[in-house]
């Protein structure tokens, strides 16, 4: 099964913006999808994630400034965004998607490099 894809990832300075985007499967229905982020020596942590009918969660760090968009379907499969505002250098990170489904569990993308200089 084919894992997540994540794209847009890169350098910016603080104050600036990054949009990431997560392509999964459509091979079985979605039910969540979710960004999460792991800087050097630090655990993963949740960013922000949506489930297929909309719900989302943020951590207390990124509120107002990241938005996760809805879940999007299209013939290639899923796509969700993270759009990231107001960059601080404490955001810097491998953010990485992950695509949960009701019938075939859980996939994890590659990463993508966010790094934000001071």
């Known amino acids: 099964q084919v894992q997540p894809v994540e794209s847009g990832g890169g350098l910016v300075q603080a104050g600036g913006s990054l949009r990431l985007s997560c392509a999964a499967s459509?091979?079985?229905?979605?039910?969540?999808m979710g960004w999460y982020r792991q800087a050097p020596g630090k655990q993963r942590e949740l960013v922000a994630g949506?489930?297929?009918?909309?719900?989302?969660?943020?951590?207390d760090s990124v509120k107002g400034r990241f938005t996760i968009s809805t879940i999007s379907r299209d013939n290639a499969g899923y796509t969700v965004y993270l759009q990231m505002n107001s960059l601080k250098p404490e955001d810097t990170a491998v953010y990485s998607c992950?695509?949960?489904?009701?019938?075939?569990?859980?996939?994890w993308g590659q990463g993508a490099q966010v790094t934000v200089s001071s």
């Open positions: 992950n695509a949960q489904y009701w019938n075939a569990g859980a996939k």
């Open positions: 949506i489930t297929s009918d909309g719900h989302t969660n943020y951590a």
């Open positions: 459509g091979r079985f229905s979605i039910r969540y």
